[in-house]
């Protein structure tokens, strides 16, 4: 079955670095997602991508936040001075289609920042 | 308050209980998610609902429009079904279909 390949697995990080998030999504997926969920609380969207352009995007994803898709198969997210509390699992998630947003999900990046 | 609740926050069954895990929204939407997180953090989607009842094995997944109501049942429960079960929905307003997530309900299936 496909999947949705993230990488790395955990990343650990010194505040004001910054870090790139890594995501392979199903080859023949539209639109590409990611979300992040701070330990002990629920999954937040962050932004959405299509047609290799931002199609909605969150009051989390401000300034220091940027996604790329830079060869037609990897989507990345840069952070680009981390800050203590950007310490979550992030999430890529990619799906066809639009209306219903089924999604399939990568298993994950935790990003701790120290 | 949150477009997206869920009831119990935790729950603890025996091995063999039927489960029932509910989910409340308060906006349109076009479908809505139920999905699984194990421990080790990943998320897999279960189920995707626009109206009426999907089963998939031991698991059961209801939704009702007009009341804004969706159930998710795991009949025979077991201790492999110890997870955090999210609902999630995809609001019918805008063009992006992003989801929105509840706060999860832990099962813990003991033996």
Known sequence: ?????????????????????????????LYF???????????????SFYNNEISEKSEIFDDQFSVERPDGSNFTLKIRSTKLEDSAMYFCASSVLSTTGAHTFGSGTRLTVV | KNEVEQSPQNLTA??????????????????????QQHPGGGIVSLFMLSSGKKKHGRLIATINIQEKHSSLHITASHPRDSAVYICAVRKNTGTASKLTFGTGTRLQVTL
């Open chain 1, 33 to 47: 997602y990611w979300y992040r969920q701070i330990l002990g609380q629920k999954v937040e969207f962050l932004v």
């Open chain 1, 1 to 29: 079955e496909p999947e949705v390949t993230q990488t790395p697995s955990h990343q650990v990080t010194q505040m004001g670095q910054e870090v790139i998030l890594r995501c392979v999504p199903i080859s023949n997926h």
């Open chain 2, 14 to 35: 025996q091995e063999g209980e039927f489960i029932t895990i509910n989910c409340s929204y308060s906006v349109g939407i076009s479908a809505l998610h139920w999905l």
